[in-house]
Structures are given as C-alpha cells and as structure tokens.
C-alpha cells in the first residue's frame, strides 16, 4: 500500500463524464487503449500527451489482464470550468502486490508487458495513487492533464476534497446513479446581526464597522471552502434511470439553494416529469469541522472517523424526489478532524467496514470510492459511491 502523489485536497469542484467500464478480457489491453487516445484526442490533450496517455492505459491494462483478479478498467474524461484531463482506474480482486516499492521503479515488470513499468505510469501522470494489499486486490487512479500552461495550472491546484465512481448494472450501458459537487460561499448581503449580552460593552469594531466578528452559525450562512454534495440514485435501471440522473445533477448545478432541504425542494420540482429518484444532499462546512445532511430515498449516508474506523449513519426520509417529497428533516453533525464523508446507492451494501480495508480513507476520495465500490458493490443494480475527506 502506497500514499497518493498529488496536490493538497481542495474543495474545488471537478465534473465527470464519458464513463467507460473494460471487464477482464484478452482483448482488454488494445480495447482501453483506442478508447483512451480517442478521448485524449477529443478532450484536446497535444498529440505527446494522447502518446503517453496510450502508453500508460496499455501498461494498466495489460498489467491487469496478466495478473489480476476479477479485474476492471473504468476511463473518464474530469473537467474543471477552463481544462479537461482523462483519469482512469483499474479496479481488481486479488492477488494484490508484496512489495508495493519495487513495483514502482522505473522499468519494473514481473511479467512480459510493455517494460515500462507502473513507476513510468506514476510519472507520466499528474496525479497517481495506488493501494494494494496482497491477497486482497489492487486499486490505481492515475490522471492525466494537458501539457500546457492551463493543463500544468489545473494539476498543480490540487485534488478535490470529493469525488465518486457509478458502475451500472451487468448487461447494462447506461447508469442511474449519479453524484457532484459544488461550491458555496457566503450567502449575498450584510451578515445577521450579533446578539450582545444586556450591559456588555460595543466593541470598537463593530461600532465602526471594521473586521466584525464572524457571524454566529445559521441556517443558509456558510464559510467560505464550503460545498454541497448530491448523490441520486434514479429510479429504476437503464436510460429513463439515468436520464433522472443526469437531471439531477444539472438542477443541482443550475441551483442557487444553499441547505440541503432547499436544494431537495428545487430537484423535487424539475424531476417531477420523469422518473425521480432517491436522492441525497449534504451540505458539509470544512472551517465549522460540520456537515448538514438531508436525504430522500435508499441512499445510505455515513461520517467515518478514520482514526478509529467508526462510523455514524446519516438518516433519510422515506419518499421519492420528483413525487413524493415528504417533509424534510435534515441532520446535522459534527466532522471529527480528518474524517470522510461517503454517500452512496443500494448498489453498494452498507455492511462495509472501514477497517477491514486498511489505509481505506488514506488515498484520494475516488481511490476511496473504488475500494468501497469493490468490497461492497453488487452486479445486480447500479452501484455509485462518493467520498469526501479534507482537512476538517
């Protein structure tokens, strides 16, 4: 098992698309690798990056292919707002790896691939992160950005404290589970007034008005640093699921709201034409080491304290966004330094246990979400999970 190599965690957001799953096949190597450089080419990666894009997916895969168990290759292309990177994950069972070191040395092969070794694939990358315990499988996200002033911008302004992986259903395409992320700041105009104790001298600032006190906690105030998290799980499986997904997360997106209940009410209204769905929000406030949750539907929700691998579930209401919303209860909860976040569908079963994965919440969130993807993911449904960890 090995750390991450990236930058700090940052709430910045980082939208996903183009969602590619490879199972393990013969044909995987040269199948990953065409999807992979067809994407590097679209999202606009320079010709040298679309090379050492395909040369790193072919030594994965092929690594996977060779060694692993019950493996998977999942592409993706992630946007911020100006730039565009392909990542891609190999997700696999077993054996796992006895020497994580050696097996990152430039040049390192335990088999015949391609020769140049996980630790080339870790160099190309602009963010790499690799967990393995042998007999338990291997787990590695590497992403990939431009070669250019912007490119080398976006990767150096570090990771985002959230992020998730969906997986549909076996023999379907399309998935309707879905997650995001998005900023909030303070809300627009003056702060709530301070209430001052009877008799209790007016401090200078505020009389003048300079450097206030921050204001107390309320509701619709947050700090700034501060993001929601969504997680849907639409109704059902295949398209009109994953069309209520992908409505979802554009209502979010195009929402104003700041507590989770607003944003709930907001996603009620426009999903009422299609299937709706089960539907998680969480408003989570680093500075205020808090979060504020408020779920509709199955969708499991948890605060892990990652010093002890305890965990406290977040309850939901029962009912379905888009048609039946019932009266919101939303939930707030401290966050214990360094804890995680994680939301994620009936996909996944929710008997997972943090500290049967050792090193779980010591990886980037999407690394995170792809061990909890595996250890606990069923192929019968749509399985989505998203994580969140930051320096609360």
Known sequence: MTPDRAGPATSAPTECEDT????????????????????????????ERVAEVALAVSEAATNLRRHA???????????????????????????????????LVDGYSSGPTLGIGLGAVARLADAFDLHSLPG????????????????????????????????????????????????????????PAVPRPAGAALNWSVLTNQAPPPPAAGPGRTDAGSFLLLFCDGLGHGPLAARAASDAVAAFHRSRAHRPEDVLADLH?????GRGGAIAVALVEPAAARLTFCGVGNVSAFVVDTATGTRRSLPSSPGIVGHQLPTPHPVRQDLPPGSAVVLHSDGLTDRWRATDVPGLFSHLPVTAAALLLREAGVRRDDAGVVVAKGAW
């Open 69 to 103: 168990v019950d493996g998977a290759m999942v592409l993706r292309v992630v946007r911020t707002d100006t730039e565009a990177a392909l990542e891609f994950l190999t997700v696999d069972s077993g054996p796992g790896m006895a020497d994580v070191p050696a097996a």
């Open 269 to 273: 209204r426009v999903l009422r034409s």
């Open 20 to 47: 590619v799953w490879f199972r393990h096949s013969d044909s995987l190597p040269a199948a990953a690798r065409g999807a992979a450089r067809q994407l590097a080419q679209r999202i606009g990666l320079l010709p």
């Open 136 to 191: 338990r499988g291997t787990v590695l996200t590497a992403r990939f950005w431009n070669r250019t002033p912007a490119g080398r911008a976006a990767a150096a302004a570090g990771e985002p404290a959230a992020a998730g992986l969906t997986r549909p259903m076996s023999g379907q395409e399309l998935c309707g589970d879905a997650w995001a992320v998005r900023p909030v700041g303070p809300l627009p105009g003056p702060a």
